[in-house]
């Protein structure tokens, strides 16, 4: 899906809640040249920099509450968020995400998220979580942003459970 919307590999990118995710890496072998992770766990973050050695200087790494962050006007053309936004349980939390998002991509940006699908969990990790589909999902984040696509996926842990995953990639007017 990024490589679809990034519209090139000078696109700029974050990852929500990256942590120690391999997408960074991933991105960077693909020739992309201006990407973010973002996660509040430093621990995460280091291990992610540990992992890639001499190519993690190429990374802008933000340790922070995607909530509270502040984020500067028009910053990303694409907002990735795997398995952060479907943790934030109080509707307050859950604007003061959107509000971010509005703020940090660029008109005409992209935003994917996944998210809990409809028959997925009720906690992870021992902490209760929202559960999405489509519509429910495109409802929190608004008008502002045009829904072109969701999917879903089956996601089996590392522990063996299987877990229903939705992805929904819209556009911010």
Not at 17 to 38: K, P, Q
Not at 135 to 140: G, R, S, T, V
């Amino acid at each position: 899906m990024i490589e679809r919307v990034a519209g090139g590999r000078n696109a700029s990118i974050i990852d929500v809640g990256g942590g120690e995710s391999t997408l960074a890496d991933d991105l960077l072998e693909r020739g992309y040249e201006h990407l973010t992770v973002l996660d509040i766990s430093e621990t995460a973050l280091a291990e992610s920099k540990k992992r890639m050695g001499a190519a993690s200087a190429r990374v802008r790494w933000i340790v922070a509450d995607v909530t509270a962050a502040g984020f500067e006007r028009g910053t990303y053309d694409v907002w990735h968020d795997r398995a952060v936004f479907h943790f934030l349980t109080a509707p307050e939390k859950r604007g003061a995400y959107v509000r971010n998002v509005a703020r940090a991509v660029k008109p005409g940006g992209h935003v994917i998220v996944g998210t809990f699908g409809p028959d997925g969990p009720t906690k992870c990790s021992g902490l209760d979580v929202m559960r999405y589909d489509p519509d429910h999902l495109h409802d929190e984040f608004g008008a502002q942003f045009r829904p072109l696509e969701s999917r879903e996926e089956i996601h089996t842990t590392p522990a063996g459970k299987i877990q229903q995953f939705l992805y929904c990639m819209c556009r911010v007017e």
